[in-house]
């Protein structure tokens, strides 16, 4: 694709990224759900190209953990719920081998959330065996919540999952991101973020949930403060960019891929790739050229290690280089 068509993208996602207050053509509730990947899951809804859906979610413990919840009911918890997910949309104009665009336009946070240790989940569950539950409440007008009595922490919301279905009647779960999303838990896909998808099966399928109302890069403990969310989003069918395997993104000042993996090296050595063509295929430059610009300008980010057997892996690389490319 040339450079000229790609800045006709551009633009279109910076006009995206600044809509607020949007009316949208779709409404969905979050009894609308499921919590596997299928191509076999019917659509809750069939839109064309260009819809504006919103889309309320539960939090990823689908309802066991509540604003009153106690550590007992963590104990207790019962993982087969886990990650309830709004959808899936069928776009009618998706075929396999399209790019699915997914413009996050309006995240509206809803007033509790919680984060827990979970026994036998997280990053170092040698040193953290015991179970903890932390119930937050959200300060929706500022957007804060309080970790304690002490430290106040701003809120970025998110879709931990976000995806389309994969070329398989096999329900997958939803732990792990694989190339059709999922659970990537990447909190630089925030409001204003439009996330490409490539498409497995007519209709694209798409779903959202796993909302979290702040994160860090990593999400070391296995989780953020999970909540419930409501996301407006606009879908698109892209025809003519050149084929992705696994999920981009871009922001104002940023484009972005991502890359999973069972270890890091696998994950990082994916992204680090997936950004070298995205460059060489989208504009006026050599693969040699595009690898050793990522090794001056590329930064690469983990985005999460806890959803086993997968971790993700980012590249973000900036826009004020793309522009004299």
């Not at 919301?157 to 732990?175: H, K, N, R």
Request: hydrophobic residues 40%; proline residues 6%.
């Amino acid at each position: 694709m040339s450079k000229i068509v790609f800045s006709i993208f551009t633009l279109i996602f910076f006009s995206c990224s600044q809509e607020k207050n949007i009316v949208p053509d779709y409404v969905l509730t979050a009894d609308q759900k499921h919590n596997k990947f299928s191509k076999l899951i019917p659509p809750v809804l069939t839109v064309k190209s260009g819809a504006v859906i919103k889309a309320d979610t539960h939090e990823a413990s689908d309802g066991q953990l509540h604003s009153r919840a106690k550590l007992e009911d963590l104990i207790n918890i019962d993982f087969g719920p886990i990650h309830p997910l709004t959808g899936p949309v069928y776009v009618e104009e998706a075929e396999v081998g399209d790019i699915l665009a997914v413009d996050l336009l309006d995240i509206e946070l809803h007033e509790y959330g919680w984060q827990a240790i979970v026994g036998g989940f997280g990053f170092l569950t040698d040193r953290f065996p015991s179970p903890k539950l932390n119930v937050h409440k959200i300060d929706v007008k500022n957007k804060t919540t309080m970790f304690n009595d002490k430290v106040k922490i701003p809120l970025k919301p998110f879709p931990g999952v976000m995806g389309v279905a994969p070329d398989t009647e096999e329900m997958l779960s939803t732990i792990p991101p694989r190339a059709n999303g999922g659970n990537m838990d990447d909190p630089s896909m925030v409001e204003g973020t439009t996330v490409y998808f490539p498409v497995f099966v007519k209709g694209a399928l798409f779903s959202i949930g796993d909302a979290h109302a702040v994160q860090g890069l990593g999400e070391v403990c296995g989780t953020a403060i999970e909540a419930p969310m409501t996301f407006t989003y606009r879908l698109r069918v892209i025809k003519d960019r050149p084929k992705i395997k696994e999920p981009q993104y871009e922001t104002d000042d940023y484009y972005a891929v991502t890359g999973f993996g069972e270890t890091i090296d696998i994950a990082t050595k994916k992204a680090v790739n997936y950004m070298v063509d995205h460059l060489s295929d989208n504009y006026d430059i050599s693969a040699e050229d595009a690898y050793m610009l990522c090794s001056l300008v590329g930064d690469l980010k983990i985005a999460e290690v806890v959803d086993i057997p997968n971790m993700l892996v980012t590249m973000h690389f900036p826009k004020s280089i793309l522009k004299q490319l």
